[in-house]
């Protein structure tokens, strides 16, 4: 089993809105990032370990914990002219981006990036590191674990 940080912008997709879709489950769309899109093909399985992630929004943190819940498949939003994730060069027979399917697992509390800086388990973690804007990264046993404990942290 691997882990993931997954980030999205709440406005477009929240850990809510995937707690409130059919199944628990949403299809992630959108990665333009070569290295992001090769995580998703190449390295992730389904039942995978995944850190909901808000980005872009006034206290970015992790919202929920979520597992990868299918194979990579051709994100359609590549094909779609009215996308703003449009791409020329895509084609069918040649799709140039995936999408997998994510499924939520469980809330807890809100854990934030600037509580996340204070972790000293987390200082190595690739989210965390200035510069980095990957959507999707991998995420040692030792972070997922350390995160997951502070996110349950007050529940029952």
Known sequence: MAYWLMKSEPDETSFDDVLAAPGRTVSWFGVRNYQARNFMRDAMSVGDGILFYHSSCAVPGVAGIAEVA???YPDATQFDLSSPYHDPKATRENPRWISVDV?????GRYLTLAEMRTIPALGDMVPLQKGSRLSVSPVTARQWNAIVALLREGQR
């Open 103 to 107: 499924r939520a697992v469980e809330g």
């Open 70 to 72: 299918s194979g990579p």
